[in-house]
């Protein structure tokens, strides 16, 4: 199987404004928006305007194949000088490029980025129990260190623990 990262139509370019659009359809998909919070138009609204806002920053990152988007990560930095240490990390692939490599690329990338230039010691990602992430959050040097069960409620009546991941970045190297 090719990997889009092996593409040389592949690049990760820092965020713009502009990719919220596709960050929308992107956690608003069947397959994402139950990895996420969100349980309404207006819920998804907000928390991709707030996602995509930490590009002002320098803190998202977008991966490009072909001339398009096909996925984000957004490091969320802390506004408190107590955890300016560490900060939490999201990120979604475009549905159609799921299993191709695009998200280890974009979650190491801006793993890389949270270490070099932000300076960050810890990062977290926050998910639930059956999350395909999983795999690849522990492929790419995260841990579990937190499990939280019936954190969320699904429609059917059952639930789904909170898992939270976190990887060191003073051994992290982006390789």
Not at 47 to 61: E, H, P, Q, Y
Not at 129 to 137: A, D, F, I, K, V
Not at 139 to 147: A, H, L, N, S
Request: charged share 25%; net charge negative; proline share 5%.
């Amino acid at each position: 199987m090719n990997l889009i990262p092996d593409s040389p139509e592949y690049d990760i370019r820092y965020s713009k404004i502009e990719d919220l659009e596709y960050l929308k359809q992107w956690v608003s998909h069947p397959e994402s928006v139950k990895w996420y919070p969100v349980s309404s138009e207006k819920d998804i609204d907000d928390m991709t305007k707030n996602w995509i806002g930490f590009s002002r920053f320098g803190a998202s990152l977008t991966a490009d194949y072909k001339g398009k988007p096909v996925g984000i990560a957004t490091l969320f930095l802390m506004p408190y000088r107590k955890l300016i240490h560490h900060c939490l990390i999201y990120f979604v692939v475009d549905p159609e490029h799921k299993g191709q490599g695009v998200g280890t690329s974009i979650v190491k990338n801006a793993t890389h980025l949270a270490k070099t230039y932000f300076r960050f010691e810890k990062v977290h990602l926050e998910t639930y129990e059956g999350s395909p992430s999983l795999s690849l959050l522990k492929k790419v040097g995260y841990r579990e260190i937190v499990r939280q069960d019936h954190f969320v409620k699904l429609e059917d009546g059952s639930y789904l623990a909170r898992v939270i991941m976190e990887v060191e970045l003073e051994g992290f190297t982006n390789g």
